[in-house]
């Protein structure tokens, strides 16, 4: 099975601090996505990889950035976090190359809250 | 860009029963993706269903059927004989054939009724 987790489930920061969410997935998947799940707005992408090394903003980029060093791992960093960052972020990987015709495998969540 | 919609935030169904879930996408594009995730309370997302669109036979997998109807753009999902364990937050999502992006519902929240 494919496993997908995330460093932390709860976490909580104060404003302005840098923040670091890690992600590793088993699978040796190609693509890897970071999202953030607010309720009513459901999931938003914030950046994904397709490759070690490369990314791609997705519809939220703002505020964040991301890092690919390795093909299995894949960090979503706050470089200030603001209290408009207080989100649910999920980790998801997927194989299939650049022509992805494959679903998603999602982490666990890190429930994030910026005070 | 393309958009999904699943117009029924909420919806309830009794232990048994047979629920059906909405979900409308735009796009213009002729080849694509449709998924159907679950998230349970304080759980992982996993997938459901999925649908290629150049298929015209519905997805099924188990309890879990699709309605595909292209040419409307409507990708419904249907539970049959509804167990306490569906319970969950359910999103439809849209992926692109050759693109890049996953688009991802609003979500329903599905409740099961003893």
């Known amino acids: 099975d494919v496993k997908v987790t995330q460093s932390s489930r709860y976490l909580v920061k104060r404003t302005g601090e840098k923040v670091f969410l890690e992600c590793v997935q088993d699978?040796?998947?190609?693509?890897m996505f970071w999202y953030r799940q607010d309720p009513g707005l459901g999931l938003r992408l914030i950046y994904f990889?397709?490759?070690?090394?490369?990314?791609e903003k997705g519809d939220i980029p703002e505020g964040y950035s991301v890092s690919r060093e390795k093909k299995e791992r894949f960090s979503l960093i706050l470089e200030s976090a603001s209290t408009n960052q207080t989100s649910m972020y999920l980790c998801?990987?997927?194989?299939?190359?650049?022509?992805?015709?494959?679903?998603?495998?999602f982490g666990p969540g890190t429930r994030l809250t910026v005070t | 860009a393309q958009t999904v919609t699943q117009s029924q935030p909420e919806m309830s169904v009794q232990e048994a029963e047979t629920v059906t879930l909405s979900c409308t996408y735009d796009?213009?594009?002729?080849?694509?993706?449709l998924f159907w995730y679950k998230q349970p309370p304080s759980r992982q997302m996993i997938l459901v269903i999925r649908?290629?669109?150049?298929?015209?036979q519905n997805a099924t997998e188990n309890r879990f059927s699709v309605n595909f109807q292209k040419a409307a753009k409507s990708f419904s999902l249907k539970i049959s004989d509804s167990q306490l364990g569906d319970a969950a937050m359910y999103f439809c999502a849209y992926r692109n054939f050759t693109g890049n992006q996953f688009y991802f519902g609003t979500g329903t929240s599905l409740t099961v009724i003893p």
């Open positions: 990889s397709y490759d070690v090394k490369m990314k």
């Open positions: 796009t213009s594009e002729s080849d694509y993706y």
């Open positions: 998801a990987s997927s194989g299939g190359g650049r022509a992805w015709g494959y679903e998603q495998y």
């Open positions: 649908q290629e669109a150049y298929k015209q």
């Open positions: 699978m040796d998947h190609e693509n």
